[in-house]
């Protein structure tokens, strides 16, 4: 008789210098079906299945394929066993090309005595099949490096499907995905299920849960809360799960009054033509301005040209009246500007460093004592502030910030900023990748930094998102901005829509 499942994890506990992540979890996934595993950052999801792929040693528990206890000791051992993981935070070589970022480890090779020599031909022809295995029909010979991030996403997954595996984990797939590429990729897992493998799903969107998963797995603080088939939970359900409490009102009451005009930005456009061009819009003090649009509109090109990281042809800003040069991003910061960056492992955390210096580093400046010695008593006092304002998880502010999960890394980043204290705050995409509760403390913090006078321009590739948070909505396609919504009775998902796809 067949095994009832293909995987099971019993009894795993895993702990680090001052937490316990795992405590004695639990999780069995069933052939052919998409498990979701469910729960707010820090609850350990990530880190079980690091556990599971042989990335970290488990202090405790076992692991059994088909009902057969293995070991796994590190990640080549994981998928020779037929696991296989995408990961949440991607780790590409963008100087090598499609094709050898697929086969990196195991590459075709011929041998001649004791040499070995890469099989190129062969390398590049099992990518193209791969690739269109999941429907994606890139250039398996083209730089990794000239794909989007979401490619690069796809990439990982064809990689995942290449190795056969029985089990393949999926952490936060969707986060870097157009539309047009999550449908893409549920036909894969679709076509996966049929095949009888075991997919383990983590994902903060709630409708891709109820939408693609057959059983649902809940974690709070590290603990296993219980296992129920999805057709039987509503949202409002699993949310309770995952947070432990009821929560209501995701999004904060509107009740704020934006006031006069604190920038205005006049015909911005890049250096490059097929970037934006031509964009004019003001911000006031006290204002949630959403920027929404599809994958391509430009947006956080946009914004970082107004940050000073990209290179601009014309156009003016103008804040509090005057008008600023902004060549780089000290200027920006002088002029009072600060941006949360999309991609927060790339361009956001210092991955080697602790919570203290990824927060203080941008008040260094602020906090001197005879203009050259940094006054830490005054930093440590505004890092731990901010650790327990935003309810950050973490042992101490010397915990590497590599160590975190990855909305907690987040957290950090906006703590960055909120220490320096800026009059207008660009969020590109605040609360990709974090749970619905720690999106709630984000939603009100923003709504708290609004009702302080702060104006704040928000990218937002959640409809609900957008539209629940923001006083008006710019909206872009292809670099143009082709509408403006300031009324409530307008603020529709089919007026965004339409405004989005106008060109």
């Not at 693609?212 to 797995?217: F, K, L, N, P, R």
């Amino acid at each position: 008789m067949a095994n009832e499942y293909k995987l099971e994890l019993r009894g795993v506990s895993k702990s680090f210098p001052g937490v316990k992540a795992l405590d004695n979890v639990q999780l069995a996934v069933r052939p052919g079906t998409v498990h979701a595993l469910m729960g707010e950052n820090g609850a350990g999801k990530s880190t079980l299945m690091k556990c599971l792929f042989g990335i970290y040693k488990m202090d405790a528990g076992e692991v059994l394929i088909d009902g057969q206890k293995v070991i796994i000791n590190n990640p080549d051992e994981a998928m020779k066993m037929g696991i296989a993981m995408v990961h949440q935070e991607l780790q590409p070589v963008p100087a090598r090309s499609v094709g050898e970022n697929m086969y990196l480890g195991r590459f075709p090779v011929w041998k001649f005595g004791p040499f070995q020599i890469i099989n190129h031909k062969k390398m590049y022809e099992d990518t193209e099949k791969w690739l269109n295995e999941v429907d994606m029909h890139f250039d398996a010979r083209a730089q990794l490096s000239t794909l989007s991030i979401g490619q690069m996403q796809s990439v990982e997954i064809a990689k995942a499907v290449s190795h056969d595996a029985k089990v393949i984990i999926f952490d936060e797939p969707t986060s870097s995905l157009s539309d047009n590429e999550v449908e893409t990729l549920f036909k894969i897992m679709e076509n996966l299920r049929k095949r009888g493998v075991a997919m383990i799903y983590i994902s903060h969107k709630m409708d891709e849960i109820k939408r693609i998963a057959d059983d649902v797995t809940v974690m709070r603080d590290g603990t296993y809360i219980g296992t129920w088939p999805a057709k039987d939970l509503t949202i409002d359900d699993i949310i309770a799960k995952m947070v432990g409490r009821e929560l209501t009102n995701i999004y904060p009451a509107k009740d704020r009054t934006p006031g006069e005009v604190v920038m205005e930005v006049k015909d911005l456009s890049s250096i490059h033509e097929r970037s934006f061009q031509n964009v004019s819009f003001n911000l006031r003090k006290g204002e949630i301005l959403g920027f929404g649009g599809l994958v391509g509109a430009q947006r956080t090109e946009l914004m970082e040209g107004l940050f000073g990281i990209r290179n601009l042809s014309k156009g003016e800003v103008i804040i509090h009246g005057k008008k600023v040069v902004i060549k780089n991003p000290k200027d920006a910061m002088n002029a009072g500007i600060g941006m949360i960056t999309e991609d927060r492992r790339a361009r956001g955390i210092f991955g080697c460093l602790s919570i203290k210096d990824n927060v203080g580093v941008s008040v260094y400046n602020k906090f001197l004592k005879a203009g050259f010695i940094l006054d830490h008593a005054k930093i440590n006092k505004v890092v731990d502030e901010s650790i327990n304002k935003l309810r950050i998880k973490t042992p101490s502010s010397k915990e590497h910030i590599a160590n975190l999960s990855g909305g907690n890394q987040q957290k950090v980043i906006v703590s960055r900023w909120l220490a320096n204290d800026p009059d207008i705050l660009i969020m590109d995409e605040p609360t990709r990748g974090i749970d619905v509760g720690a999106k709630h403390e984000i939603y009100e913090i923003m709504t708290d930094l609004a009702k302080q006078g702060k104006a704040i321009i928000m990218i937002s590739s959640e409809m609900a998102e957008l539209l629940g948070m923001s006083d008006r909505v710019v909206v872009m396609c292809n670099g143009k901005k082709t509408g403006e919504i300031d009324t409530e009775d307008e603020m529709t998902q089919e007026k965004v829509m339409s405004y989005a796809t106008m060109f």
